[in-house]
């Protein structure tokens, strides 16, 4: 059983390159100070930065992309405008006033029976006018430290701007102003709790582009953390206010194969499958449950539903008429009375999988009352839903969200020869397992020490750390697990964990193929027992993959059963 950090996570993902950025006396102008308008990028503009880690014997290098895509409307915070930052190592949103810019995250906050939760949080991360000596506290932050037998803890962020300074990286040379913050958190382990006091993290924002550079400090690895701005792309003349302007029919089609899990408020699980480019089934907590299929016809610009909304509607209905637009309203039923759909709003929904800028659709009766809120976007579909009820409401969120599965899945079981036994998989639906937060999709595959561990998938490898021989049953090993990390095609990337001492055979930089031969099963970081534990993840958190070997369950991997690669 594997246990770690989101925060370990991150630092095993990213990259490394550390080059020393040049510092010059700052022109002489006058003293530079930046207001909120000076650090808001246009809709639309993407940023690119070099993200570089050292330490504790981490090799690896990567580069990170940030998108701000624009304003919507939030409200987990009751936000009116916010930008969205679309950030393959962040799930956040900014809010800018004339005062301030606060940063609200999806992150892990607490333990409920066990279990744990995830919500918004609020962090003042600007205050402005920013000029050399301002302070401001960013707040009181809940989080939790671990997966399995995790600590509540609450972290409180303090910021100081610390100099004016010329800094040059490889998009340019930049006037900048270095603001420095550092973290206190209580409830973290003795060990930890000194680092977390000593470290410290600086930022450097210029006029019109807003962050050019950040160094942190892991508190729980050591690991030192650099990014560099490398480029802009400014927005083309069609770029719009709004995150997501536009659904288009193409971009809501059902794919094949592709799962769509949903938890559902008054207990259990439910999902779909898409069979066709014209059908989906639904199924009631596991896949063979419940089964039925539901149809469309498409039309030029509609969606028509022959027999059922998805745990729903009745009788056919125009789902959706494209392109979906903010206002646009339609009868299900053209030329009768009856329930009427209108797309109310462009806004950030947080699912227990992830959240999402998405299209938020009202259904009302011939009363006017509302009696669904949906929530769609585009090229994943719906998300969540409330379905209103006389005194009662159910609501179903995304849980999970699967596009390749069985024969589909690019993986293959990280072995060869014999079979392996997954004996710790998702904790997802009415299965729960240890893998929680960050490691909630990982599956852990039992074998003995110097079992061979081979490619899952193909693709560059990232990062490797091959020196540790230290391991065991406790949290202060949770930075000495050796592994691999290789990413793929589709910027994904393949983690594997609890690497034997000095088994590592392949080097950052290096292209892999499936099946190739990369490490063997050890005993270190945090963990019981000898085992390999496997996940892929986005950059945020780990993800769902089915693997093509596994014939039964649409290639997920279950508890306690027995797989043979083929």
């Known amino acids: 059983m594997k246990r770690f950090t989101g925060f370990i996570l991150l630092t095993a993902a990213a990259a490394i390159l550390t080059a020393a950025s040049k510092r010059d006396a700052p022109l002489n102008n006058a003293p530079l100070v930046l207001e909120s308008s000076d650090l808001t990028p246009r809709p639309g503009r993407i940023l ?58 999806y992150a892990f906050t607490k333990l409920v029976s066990d279990v744990v939760v995830r919500e918004w949080v609020k962090e003042k991360r600007l205050a402005f006018p920013l000029k050399i000596g301002a302070k401001w506290e960013g707040g009181s932050i809940p989080a939790v430290f671990g997966v399995s037998q995790s600590r509540a803890l609450t972290k409180t962020t303090s910021y100081r701007v610390a100099a004016e300074e010329i800094l040059e990286v490889p998009a340019g040379r930049y006037r900048c102003l270095k603001v420095e913050m550092k973290v206190k958190a209580k409830g973290l382990p003795p060990e930890f709790q000194k680092r977390c006091e000593k470290a410290v993290t600086y930022r450097w924002y210029a006029k019109g582009v807003g962050l050019v550079k950040s160094e942190s400090v892991s508190p729980v690895s ?72 539901i149809k469309y016809i498409l039309k030029k610009d509609a969606f028509i539903q022959m027999n059922r909304h998805p745990f729903l509607f009745k009788g056919p209905f125009y789902l959706y008429l494209f392109p979906l637009e903010k206002g646009k309203e339609w009868k299900t039923v053209p030329g009768y009375k009856g329930m009427k759909r209108k797309v109310e709003s462009v806004e950030i929904v947080g699912t227990p999988y992830r959240s999402y800028v998405s299209m938020r659709i009202d259904t009302r009766d011939t009363t006017g009352k509302l009696v669904l809120e949906e929530w769609v976007v585009p090229d994943v579909g719906v998300v969540k839903w409330i379905r209103h009820k006389t005194g009662a409401s ?55 020490p110097d079992t061979p561990v081979h490619a899952a998938r193909g693709g560059t490898v990232v990062a490797v750390k091959s020196d540790s021989r230290s391991g065991g049953n406790s949290d202060k090993y949770i ?27 392949v080097k950052v930089g290096e292209e892999v193929k499936q099946r190739k031969l990369i490490g063997r099963i050890g005993l270190t970081g945090w963990t019981r027992g000898p085992h390999l534990h496997f996940y ?16 039964t369950d649409y290639g997920i991997p279950k508890r306690n059963k027995t797989y043979k690669p083929r």
């Open 536 to 551: 892929v993840h986005n950059g945020i958190t780990s993800i769902p993959v089915a693997f093509a070997d596994i014939p």
């Open 479 to 505: 930075a000495d697990a050796n592994f691999v990390i290789i990413r793929h095609e589709d910027d994904t990337y393949g983690v594997y964990y609890h690497l034997k001492h000095d088994s590592v055979k």
């Open 222 to 293: 050591g690991v030192v953390e650099t990014r560099e701005l490398t480029g802009t792309v400014e927005p083309g003349t069609d770029a719009t206010g709004d995150a997501v302007s536009s659904i288009k029919q193409a971009e809501l089609l059902p794919k094949r194969g592709r799962i769509h899990y949903y938890s559902y408020s008054g207990g259990g699980y439910r999902g779909t499958i898409g069979i066709s480019d014209y059908a989906i089934n639904t199924f009631l907590g596991d896949f063979g449950t419940g089964v039925k299929t």
């Open 394 to 448: 159910e609501t179903y969120e995304l849980e999970y969200l699967l596009d390749d599965s069985g024969a589909r899945s690019p993986y293959r079981i990280p072995f060869t020869g014999g079979a392996r036994k997954c004996t710790n998989a998702w904790a997802i639906g009415p299965s729960r397992t240890s893998h929680r937060g960050w490691s909630r999709f990982a599956v852990d595959f039992h074998g003995p």
């Open 48 to 105: 690119t930065y070099k993200v570089t880690k050292t330490g504790n014997g981490v090799s690896a290098r990567d580069t990170l992309s940030v998108t701000c895509a624009g304003t919507a409307s939030i409200p987990a915070a009751k936000v009116k405008s916010a930008y969205v930052v679309q950030s393959p190592l962040f799930e956040v949103y900014r809010e800018v006033t004339g005062k301030e810019i606060n940063v609200h995250s």
